[in-house]
C-alpha cells in the first residue's frame, strides 16, 4: 500500500498514486455546458462552466476504473429513516481535503496537491478558481476563518480546537501564505492527521467564510446581527452562528457547500431534493463536470419499509437500512421491481460484537467484567457456527473480533483466539474463577449470593442481533450464565453505557476493520468513549483527566503505550510493530466479544443505473459508504 510520505514528494507523483489527473498535469479538455443549468446560464444568473470550473479541476480517469463515461441529468431514488439523515449525502458525497481512492489510499480531492513532511508539517494546496457553490471563491482565507474565528473562539468553540489537532496537548501553527496555501505545522508528529480529514464525518477546518461572518460579532453589523439573533429565536450571536454552521448535518440550505449535490430543500419533509452543485471541481475526460445525476431524491420511511419498498422498486440505490435477511425478499422482487441485488463485503471488524462494560458502576459485577477468564468464557460457549448458519447461510466468517484480511495486519490466530465453541473450557475457566455455586435453575451464583444474570443492551435497530443472542442465550445456559437482552433507543443505550450503568452492549465491532500503515490505532487504546468496553477510560483521555477514570489494568495501559509509540514512529516498520502487539492484547483480552465478520451487505441497484461497482466494501470508515465509490461517478439510463 502507498506509504505517506516524511518528505515533500511532486505533484505528479500525487497524480500518479491517485489514480487521478489535474489541468496542470495535461491539457484540459474542452468543457460542455451542463443542461441542467444551461437555463440560468443562458439568463445571466450563472456563469458558464469554464468561470465555474476552478482552473486545474479533477479530471477522473473512469477508464482506469473500467467505468463508462456518464451522461449528465436524472433523478436517482434513495432512502434514509431519520430526518437528520439527510447527512449522508455529506457521507455519500464525500468531497474532502484528502481522501480514500478505490485501493484505500490517501489521495488529494479538493485539494490540488499536499506535501508532508517528517509527519510534523503539512502543506495543503487548494485549486486556483474553486468555488463554493454560491459562487463566492474558496481560497485559504476559509481555513484561516475557521482557524482563528471559530475554532478559537471560546464562544463558539468552548473547548478549543478539535483534539485531532492536538499533539501532546499542543495546538499547530497555522500559517495562510497566498490565497490557494495553507500551512499546519507541529513540533511533534501528527501521522494521523491526513487520515483525519478524509473520514467518513470529517473534520472541517474549513468554512465558508464569505457567508457566515454574516452571522459572527467580529464581522456583522450589530444591529443586522441582533435582528438575526431574534428572528432565530436564540439566545446569542454564538448560538446563532452555530445553529447555522453545520456544515456536515447538511439541513442549512443556505449554507454553501463544496459536495457534489446541494440541499434543495429547507424544513422538515418526507422527501428532500439535493441538486447538483454548479460550482463542483470534478470532471471526466471529455470535460463533463460531475456529478451525473442531476438530483438525488431521498425519502425518509419507517426503518420496517426500506426493504419493503426496495423490493417494490421505489428506489434506485439502498443500502443503510438493508440487512442481509432482506436478501431473499429483495432477491424475489427483482423481476417486477427493476433492479438487481449485489452483495458487498462489510467492512466492520465484526458484524457483531458483544462489549462487557469494565467501567460497569456495580462494583461486584465490575470485578467480574475486569476477570479476563470470564469473558473468555463468555466468547468460548457461543456457538457461531450456527449463528452463522441460521444468519448468514455461512457466507459470513466466524471468529474473534480482529482486523480483517484486507489488512496487512491480519493474523488468523487472532481471529481464532477463544473464538472456538468449547462449553467444557468455559465452563472450567468460570471455576477457576470461584464461580462454581449454581441456584436451583443451574445459574451461577456471584459472590454475593445473586444469580449471574448478565444484561446486554441493544439499540433494537438490527434483528440479526436479537436473532443471534436469542442462539446466545442458549448456549450460556450450558455454562450457567443467564442472558438477558434489553433493547433500547440508540441515544439512549449510550448514555448508559456512558454512565456506567449498562453492565453489557452489543454493537458492530471497529469501524474500520482494514487499516493500513498510515491508520492510526487510537481506536484499539482507551482514548474514546464510544468504544463500548471501557467509556470512562475513553471519556478520561477526552477530557484530559476532568471526567472519567484513568485505566487501571495493565493491558489497557500498554494499549496507550503502544500508541504513543504509534505516534513517534519514525517508519511504517514501528508503526506495524505496534499495531502488532495492540492486535494481540485485543485477541488475548477479548475487550470486545466478536461473533462474525465479513457479513454480506445487500446493495439493491435500479437497472436504470450505471457505473455502481458489482463487488464493493460496504464501510464507514474507511469508505463512507458509498463515498469510496465516488456516487458522483455514477449515472443513470431511461
Do not use: C
Amino acid at each position: 500500500m502507498f506509504e505517506l510520505p516524511r518528505r515533500s514528494f511532486s505533484l505528479a507523483l500525487t497524480l500518479v498514486l491517485a489514480g487521478l489527473s489535474s489541468a496542470g498535469a495535461q491539457s484540459l479538455p474542452p468543457l460542455q455546458e451542463t443542461t441542467f443549468w444551461e437555463p440560468e446560464v443562458q439568463a445571466g444568473d450563472l456563469p458558464p462552466i469554464d468561470r465555474r470550473i476552478p482552473e486545474e479541476p479533477l479530471i477522473v480517469d473512469l477508464e482506469a476504473k473500467g467505468r463508462e463515461f456518464g451522461t449528465q441529468g436524472g433523478v436517482m431514488r434513495t432512502m434514509i429513516t431519520r430526518s437528520k439523515d439527510v447527512r449522508q449525502m455529506v457521507v455519500y458525497g464525500y468531497a474532502r481535503l484528502v481522501g480514500y481512492n478505490e485501493k484505500y489510499e490517501l489521495v488529494p480531492d479538493i485539494l490540488n496537491a499536499f506535501e508532508n513532511e517528517g509527519n510534523r508539517k503539512f502543506t495543503l494546496r487548494l485549486r486556483k478558481g474553486h468555488k463554493w457553490s454560491d459562487g463566492s471563491a474558496f481560497t485559504s482565507a476559509d481555513f484561516e476563518y475557521w482557524w482563528k474565528d471559530v475554532a478559537n473562539n471560546p464562544l463558539l468553540s468552548p473547548a478549543g480546537p478539535p483534539d485531532f489537532l492536538l499533539v501532546n496537548g499542543k495546538p499547530p501553527r497555522v500559517s495562510f501564505p497566498d490565497e490557494t496555501t495553507v500551512v499546519y505545522e507541529w513540533d511533534d508528529q501528527n501521522p494521523s492527521f491526513l487520515q483525519s480529514l478524509a473520514q467518513a464525518s470529517p473534520p472541517f477546518i474549513y468554512r465558508p467564510a464569505e457567508f457566515l461572518k454574516q452571522y459572527h460579532e467580529d464581522y456583522a453589523d450589530p444591529a443586522k446581527l441582533a435582528a438575526e439573533v431574534e428572528d432565530h429565536r436564540v439566545k446569542s450571536w454564538a448560538a446563532l452562528h452555530n445553529k447555522l454552521d453545520n456544515m456536515y448535518q447538511f439541513d442549512n440550505a443556505q449554507l454553501p457547500t463544496l459536495q457534489p449535490w446541494i440541499n434543495a430543500s429547507e424544513g422538515k419533509k418526507i422527501r428532500h431534493n439535493f441538486v447538483r452543485n454548479p460550482y463542483y471541481h470534478r470532471i471526466d475526460a471529455r470535460g463533463v463536470q460531475l456529478p451525473y445525476i442531476d438530483i438525488v431524491e431521498m425519502e425518509i420511511v419507517a426503518p420496517g419499509l426500506v426493504a419493503a419498498k426496495s423490493n417494490a422498486g421505489e428506489v434506485d440505490l439502498q443500502g443503510r437500512g438493508l440487512d442481509f435477511r432482506d436478501a431473499s425478499i429483495l432477491k424475489k422482487g427483482e423481476a417486477t421491481g427493476n433492479y438487481k441485488t449485489v452483495l458487498w463485503q462489510t467492512g466492520v471488524a465484526s458484524q457483531i460484537a458483544i462489549y462487557p462494560n469494565l467501567n460497569y458502576e456495580d462494583d461486584a459485577w465490575r470485578a467480574i467484567l475486569r476477570d479476563v477468564r470470564l469473558r473468555r468464557a463468555l466468547s468460548l460457549a457461543i456457538d457461531r457456527a450456527s449463528i452463522n448458519q441460521a444468519l448468514f447461510f455461512k457466507l459470513a466468517k466466524p471468529g474473534a473480533m480482529t482486523v480483517l484480511p484486507a489488512s496487512p495486519f491480519y493474523k488468523e490466530e487472532n481471529r481464532n483466539a477463544w473464538a472456538a465453541f468449547d462449553p467444557a473450557q468455559a465452563n472450567a475457566l468460570l471455576d477457576e474463577m470461584g464461580l462454581d455455586k449454581r441456584d436451583g435453575n443451574g445459574t451461577r451464583l456471584l459472590p454475593d449470593g445473586r444469580p449471574m444474570e448478565l444484561v446486554i443492551e441493544t439499540a433494537g435497530e438490527r434483528q440479526e442481533v436479537e436473532n443471534a443472542l436469542q442462539i446466545v442465550t442458549d448456549t450460556w445456559r450450558e455454562i450457567g450464565v443467564k442472558l438477558i437482552m434489553r433493547p433500547l433507543d440508540r441515544d439512549i443505550l449510550r448514555n448508559r453505557v456512558f454512565a456506567g450503568t449498562t453492565m453489557a452492549s452489543v454493537w458492530f465491532g471497529w469501524d474500520n476493520g482494514i487499516p493500513q500503515a498510515y491508520t492510526s490505532p487510537a481506536y484499539l487504546a482507551p482514548t474514546d468513549q464510544v468504544f463500548l468496553a471501557w467509556p470512562k477510560w475513553g471519556q478520561y483521555y477526552q477530557t484530559a483527566g476532568q471526567v472519567g477514570e484513568p485505566p487501571d489494568l495493565p493491558a489497557a495501559q500498554r494499549l496507550m503505550e503502544l500508541l504513543a509509540m504509534w505516534d513517534t514512529a519514525a517508519d511504517d516498520a514501528q508503526r506495524a510493530a505496534a499495531w502488532t502487539e495492540m492486535l494481540a492484547i485485543h485477541a488475548s483480552e477479548v475487550y470486545g466479544i466478536g461473533i462474525l465478520a465479513e457479513a454480506p451487505q445487500p446493495i439493491v441497484v435500479s437497472n436504470r443505473m450505471r457505473n455502481v461497482p458489482k463487488k464493493g466494501m460496504w464501510a464507514w470508515d474507511p469508505g463512507a459508504h458509498f463515498g469510496v465509490h465516488r456516487m458522483d461517478e455514477f449515472f443513470v439510463v431511461d
